[in-house]
């Protein structure tokens, strides 16, 4: 079956990088994009870019240009987020998702999830 | 950037309840098919997948769940509230980039 596993919660400081790791398994990891979406506490959901493994071609959102790097090993079938430069309102629960246009429809969407994982960016 | 506005942003429904959540886009996200997806979200979880291009259900989500609209709005519908069902509600569009409502938590009456 298909799954996405996620890295551990880490504690980081003000101007620290974080780098997040996500494993698929179960399905070709280079036949579909990951994307990486994250979650304030008691907020909504914000896109911050994907990867698409085949190719290692990436794509971010405007508002993490410049701080944001996703990268993937196809040896290990493995998608990693890394983000640079760490304030306090990053603090959040990071997931990685698979992206997929599912049958008879061009629409993109998510279909599998990782677990999430929580950074928090704290002095 | 398409924004995507909810609403309500929570309710209080008993179970057997009939649920309507609207979601509504800045711009059209219809061309030939409708960018926009349904999410259920439940405390501690990652979202989870239930309706895709504004009115396929996703297999395995029970029928009870549906959604319409077409150009700028949209509706998710819960026929009939099941216990399991309490949970927060995302619209997504994917027409340009991705971006998700601010959600709607349907929470017990």
């Known amino acids: 079956q298909v799954q996405l596993v996620q890295s551990g919660a880490e504690v980081k400081k003000p101007g620290a990088s974080v780098k997040v790791s996500c494993e698929a398994s179960?399905?070709?990891?280079?036949?579909?994009?990951v994307h990486w979406v994250r979650q304030g506490p008691g907020q909504s959901l914000e896109w911050m870019g994907w990867?698409?493994?085949?190719?290692?071609?990436?794509n971010y959102a405007q508002s993490f240009q410049g701080r944001v790097t996703m990268t993937r090993d196809t040896s290990v079938s493995t998608a990693y987020m890394e983000l640079s430069r760490l304030r306090s309102d990053d603090t959040a629960v990071y997931y990685c998702a698979r992206g997929i246009a599912l049958p008879l429809t061009t629409v993109t969407t998510f279909d599998y999830w990782g677990q999430g994982t929580l950074v928090t960016v704290s002095s | 950037d398409i924004q995507m506005t909810q609403s309500p942003s929570s309710l209080s429904a008993s179970v057997g309840d009939r649920v309507t959540i609207t979601c509504r886009a800045s711009r059209s996200i219809t061309i030939s098919s409708s960018y926009l997806n349904w999410y259920q979200q439940k405390p501690g979880k990652a979202p989870k997948l239930l309706i895709y291009a504004a009115s396929s259900l996703l297999s395995g989500v029970p029928s009870r769940f549906s959604g319409s609209g077409s150009g700028t709005d949209f509706t998710l519908t819960i026929s009939s509230l099941q216990p399991e069902d309490f949970a927060t509600y995302y619209c997504?569009?994917?027409?340009?980039?991705?971006?998700f409502g601010q959600g709607t938590k349907v929470e017990v009456k």
């Open positions: 990867i698409n493994p085949g190719s290692g071609g990436t």
């Open positions: 997504q569009q994917s027409f340009s980039s991705w971006t």
């Open positions: 179960g399905y070709a990891f280079t036949d579909y994009y």
